[in-house]
């Protein structure tokens, strides 16, 4: 059996990984960046350390010094960098890769294990089923097998992270909508027009003949009321 550590921050990946049978009450997780030492990790001398999820920076030490594994959701190397869903939809792609890589200090830059193609129609909470079971299924397969990694080929595009939620009302019905649905998740804010002093953000959202509807929740904005 080969000894990994997971490194999670996202409570909906860690209940799938459960699920699935690869933690378990034996399991090592680390979920905050203050449990993630060098020195932790020398006592324990894990053969991966696994990131299926995880928002904070790694040392470096650590990455040098073992073998870390983080998951992308782009088709590398189109697409390191952040947001890659979201760049991935606003670029027009109807799916994606996860892609299960070796850390190096770069990000998003290191040899590839293993490329699983997935679908981004539908809602964010219905992709992200899509990568976790992705990725529980590729990590599945390093705790079986002895997986090789070849090195990154093509022309490097670099993803930035999407922060604006405003909705624009110049934009086509299709652009609208995927802006809706790639941010339609309890992970994230929902996007919004802002009106007066109102703030009307949207969700669960539909397009069908020339026609979006969506769900709504107006809020006000007016810190005095």
């Known amino acids: 059996m080969k000894k990994i550590i997971f490194c999670i921050q996202n409570y909906f990946i860690e209940e799938i990984l459960t699920a699935n049978n690869i933690i378990d009450d034996n399991s090592i997780v680390i979920r905050d960046k203050a449990d993630l030492s ?23 030490r650590i990455v040098n010094d073992f073998k870390c594994i ?18 991935m939809i606003t670029r027009g792609h109807h799916e994606t890769e996860v892609c299960s890589l070796l850390m190096v200090e770069d990000f998003d830059a290191g040899p590839i294990f293993l490329r699983t193609k997935i679908k981004l129609d539908g809602r964010l909470d219905e992709i992200l089923q899509r990568v976790y079971q ?9 705790m079986n097998k002895d997986l090789q990694s070849e090195v990154q080929k093509g022309k490097v595009t670099i993803f930035k992270r999407l922060l604006d939620n405003r909705i624009f009302l110049n934009k086509s019905l299709e652009e609208i909508y995927n802006k809706i649905r790639m941010l339609d998740s309890d992970l994230y804010p929902n996007p919004y027009i802002d009106l007066d002093n109102k ?27």
């Open 38 to 60: 060098y020195d932790f990790l020398k006592i324990h001398n894990p053969e991966f350390i696994m990131f299926p999820h995880w928002s904070s920076k790694v040392d470096s």
């Open 70 to 87: 983080c998951f992308h959701s782009s088709p590398l190397p189109y697409g390191r960098g952040g947001s890659p869903i979201q760049n």
């Open 134 to 142: 992705a990725i529980s299924e590729q990590i599945l397969e390093f």
């Open 199 to 225: 703030r009307i953000e949207f969700y669960n959202a539909k397009l069908k003949n020339n026609t979006l509807k969506a769900n709504i929740v107006i809020r006000n904005t007016d810190a005095d009321e």
